[in-house]
């Protein structure tokens, strides 16, 4: 049995900006990531004004990632459409790029990252891994994003009676699609579901859906729903003609949209979507991932292990509002009363909404 006195169970946002506010106090820990090679996440990409300046608190300058800034958002329901400016500006890029920038600077500080290490199972504070080996540690943070591990599974009812599943599809570049993107993102709402698309800093669009079951399981395949979206929007429609048919629509399952772990347990720091799950729509996922990882990264600091309880539920009700306010935005957009409202969404109510699912400082 190997040990550590702090074991972070995965190497994505929240993992790495554990890694990093550990690494800079000087603890003693370890970063275990499932994956040999850093990847393109389903979710994330846009990082909203609040998230760039947790980025840049952590010493990551928006402009390694994307230069281009995002400043309007265009909203789509049906034929009819709404814009506005965002309160400041945001930054749109692949969680490739921003992963692998990330867990370098955790790894530059002095982070020992183990790769292609993939955990079972967590019993307590030990770590089972797929080679039967075990990790003990005094302190584990969580973040393992929406992959649950068995031991700590989130509960089934999290999910839903119509589970949500997110879906994306990357479209390559075209002049078009690049001028009608240029500087804003889409949201696009549809029964059931919505689609957000923006372009990243390699010059592709990332289309990414969140989409309940019945609507999928009605269309007969990702690929189909995509059709089907396109004959009904056809604002959607125009970019979703641009999609490679040989290009991999890349989904998964469950997504428990609403879910906070509201309680807290000594030693054991849930992070990332492992303590609460904003929907999409909100921007704010890759926000509420990066803040975590800084807030118990510093609650640790300052009072070990024994200091993950409070934490927990401090941060749980940090996140009562943006995911409840989101929820409640969620529910509206994916009815037959987003085209009747969207005429009545003036520009003000669009950035008091974005503004309201801003996770707050601590």
Known sequence: MRRTPALIVGGGLAGAATAIGLARAGLPHLLVERSRETGDAICGGFLSWRTLETLAGLGIDPDMLNPDRVTRARIFAGNRRAEAALPHPAVSVTRHRLDTVMLDEAERLGTPVERGVTVREIDGTSARLADGATIATDALFLASGKHDVRGMARPEDARGADPTLGIR????????LSKSLAGGIELHLFDRGYAGLAMQEDGTA??????????????????????????????????????????????????PYGWRQRTGADALFRLGDQAGVIPSLAGEGMGIALASGVAAARAYEKGGPAAAASWQEDFASRLARPIGIAGIVRHIAESERAAWLLPFLRPALIQVIASATRLGQS
């Open 206 to 255: 990332n289309l990414c859906m969140a989409v309940h079951r019945s609507r999928l399981q009605a269309a007969g395949s990702p690929a189909q729903l995509l059709e089907a979206l396109g004959q009904e929007m056809p604002a959607l429609g125009e970019w979703v003609a641009l999609i490679d048919p040989s290009a991999s629509i890349d989904a998964i399952a469950n997504v």
């Open 169 to 176: 599809v990357r479209i390559a570049p075209s002049p078009a």
